[in-house]
């Protein structure tokens, strides 16, 4: 595939994951939308974006699938530059059945966006959300990663974890598969955002019990294979946050 179908196109991670984000020019930071299409014709739709992303973001997404097949929107957390143009997004999906899906901690503050659609608590239903296929979203809180109520889902299917902004990159990656400075890539953007060692520790020990095959984190590129051993120990020994701030 050449560059421009790594930019510019959806781009299939495996059958069932497509990125449909956006690789910016400028200096926004890079983000990365993601769809899994399930048995049957049901899409799930992570971290759908912001306002600017939103045409290109969405022209990926009508590339896959007709918009209506989404019936489920997962956030990782509120920030803007996840859910910013959830409104449009809600509007253009246009079902009055779609879910936005989301810790309480996350919700409440959502709740100020002004959106139609219901709101799923995972905390109030086992950090769970079963499709209609049968298949199992799994929900991992992340407390303080760098949100109060920051998420990862696992498809126990496909081994596949959505991180969120963990394990994410500010490096401005060339495409989703690009990890040329991996593992250092992922310094700068936990060293700025998440709040120590100790807490961003505390959420790894968390998702160690998964058996994951690839991690698809909100920013930079994807993290497969023997990268996945590395990128726990990696940010396992990592001063972050408060760990960096000098007493003066
Ligand atoms: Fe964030
Ligand atoms: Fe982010």
Same mark, same amino acid.
């Given at each position: 595939m050449t560059q421009d179908k790594l930019t510019e196109q959806p781009v /299939?991670?495996?059958?069932e994951f497509f990125w449909v984000g956006f690789i910016g020019k400028g200096t926004r930071l890079s983000c990365n939308p993601y769809l899994l299409l399930d048995e049957g014709g049901e899409a799930v739709f992570f971290d759908p974006g912001s306002i600017p992303d939103f045409p290109v973001v969405m022209r990926k997404v009508i590339e896959v699938i007709p918009p209506k097949h989404i019936s489920t929107i997962v956030v990782s957390h509120q920030d803007p530059d996840v859910c910013g143009n959830l409104a449009v997004v809600e509007d253009v999906i246009d079902r009055e059945d779609l879910k936005i899906v989301g810790h309480s901690n996350t919700l409440r503050l959502m709740? %100020?966006?002004? $959106?139609?659609s219901g709101l799923y608590a995972i905390d109030a239903h086992d950090y769970r959300l079963q499709l209609t296929s049968g298949r199992i979203l799994e929900f991992i809180h992340l407390p303080f990663l760098h949100a109060a109520g920051a998420i990862a889902t696992f498809d126990r299917a496909s081994r596949t974890l959505l991180s969120g902004d963990l394990f /994410? +990159? $500010?490096?401005?990656? /060339? +495409?989703?598969?690009?990890? /040329?400075?991996?593992? %250092? +890539?992922?310094d700068r953007f936990h060293q700025t955002y998440m709040p120590s060692n100790a807490i961003l520790q505390r959420g790894l020990k968390s998702l160690e019990p998964l058996d994951i095959d690839r991690i698809l984190p909100q920013h930079g590129g994807v993290i497969g294979g023997d990268q996945i051993a590395v990128a726990f120990k990696h940010l396992r020994q990592l001063p972050c946050g408060a760990d960096l701030m000098k007493d003066d």
């Open positions: /299939a991670i495996t059958r709740d %100020h966006l002004g $959106l139609k /994410a +990159s $500010l490096e401005g990656a /060339a +495409s989703i598969f690009d990890n /040329a400075k991996f593992p %250092h +890539s992922m």
